[in-house]
């Protein structure tokens, strides 16, 4: 790809189809997003009810997202996810006939969000593992970070477009509209040419141990020590860096006394950073683990800075880089999960990131809200961000022992190196395979064409609740 082709992936006709008809569904899916939270809001007067909502969403993703990925390393994708699509369009009109009648209540809301989070649980590594046969090698990462910048602007038009309709008609309209962008995403996979996919379904010679199921997956992955590296450092990054719907609301009512008006203003800025951020993921001619180190390293220093903030609008400058650099790590792990695995077992991959994300989730959102009111909002950002720092530095030490390459030598500078070294060392060999790695240097197998999260989105995007698709129409 050539350096600065900020929009490489679009000369490929099935990813233009693929990337138009990803913006039509995410529309749709955060217009049902608000829809779904404002409907519960209404019948009860709970935030918490809210949470409750959104949690039988994303629960299913810690249990059914690794089946999914066994589906997505033996069954052909597109069946696969033309049913889900009818799935979710069902589901979805399901919501409007409760909006619409009051049958069946808050309980068979609660129901029918539970059943759409197993549904995207299911389909998120399928459909990451299909999506990138619609691009090159070369220009894989660069699809990844336009479907981030698909995500990030369908978000922002669909809570946008959402909120207008929904004071003026109520919800039920915007469930009717999600349910009819599931079509969009039906009709580009019966668009794409079969002829123009890239070879990444075709497994490597001893491409039987995709029979392995789910225990197989998880014998991969302890063979893989790099990967477990940059899945622990997207953990510890997704649970004390990136929970900031937690602290910018807790910035807002406590130190900064910006309110409700303040909150929606930050929120807006983080917005447009990750649009910013997809951007800067997309010019990038190769995203590998330096990147990663590199941006880890620049949020965890500028969310110490965010807790010293003054005031709102120096909150939200330091806010606005910082999501910037989660979109560049979430779309820079994505890219390593699927260029450096085997293609028999990238399904399940794409599974344990999508799992690595929601664990994050819920692991780091209850913790530092309990920071936040125990020892106080800029407090909790400032430790995070230092904890955040630490693990990044040690982690980029300990990626250096396993690649044999000076990683971080020219991030953090040899007087660090050494005394680091020490702490990272006992963390390097957690999962050093036998007859893997020689004087130091870990031997990859990368195979020739990746399949394979947003994302998410996304997943993921931590996007929320989406697996690391090109276009992120999982839900």
Known sequence: MAKGATFAALRHRNYRIWALAGFVSVIGTWM?????????????GSATSMGFAVLLQAAPTLLLSLWGGVLADRLPARPLLIAAQVAHATLAAGLAAVALTGVGGLPLIFA??????AVSAIEGPVMGRWSSTLVD?????????????????GRILGMSLGAVVVAAVGPALLFGINAA???????????????????????????GRSRGGVRAGFAYLRGQPVLLLALALAFVLGSLGRNYQVTMAAMSEGPLDAGASGYGLLSTVFAVGTVLGALVAARRRELGYRTLVTAGLLASALQIVAGLAPGTWSFAAVILPIAAAAVVIDTTVGTRAQL???????????????????????????LLGWLSEHAG????LVLAGSVAAIATVAAAVALDQQRGRGLILTLVGSPLRW???????????????????????????????????SPQAAGVSPADLTGPALAPTCR
């Open 340 to 366: 450096d695995t085997d293609g028999a077992m990238r399904g399940r991959v794409l599974a344990a990131l999508a799992v690595t994300g929601s664990v994050s989730a819920a692991v780091g959102a209850p």
């Open 181 to 207: 962008s599931f079509l969009a995403v039906v009709v580009a996979l019966f668009g794409v040419r079969q002829g123009a996919l890239h070879g990444h379904q075709v497994a490597p010679p001893d491409g």
């Open 419 to 453: 005394p680091v070294r020490r702490v990272a060392r006992s963390a390097a060999p957690i999962a050093q395979p036998a007859g893997a790695v020689g004087g130091g240097q870990l031997t990859l197998r990368p195979v020739l064409m990746p399949a394979g999260d």
């Open 32 to 44: 049902q997003v608000l829809g779904v939270n404002w409907y519960v809001l209404k019948e009860t």
């Open 112 to 117: 029918i969000s539970l059943l759409t989070g």
């Open 377 to 380: 909002p800029r407090q909790t």
């Open 137 to 153: 090698r070369e220009t894989l990462g660069n699809a990844l970070a336009l479907g981030s910048l698909t995500n990030s602007a």
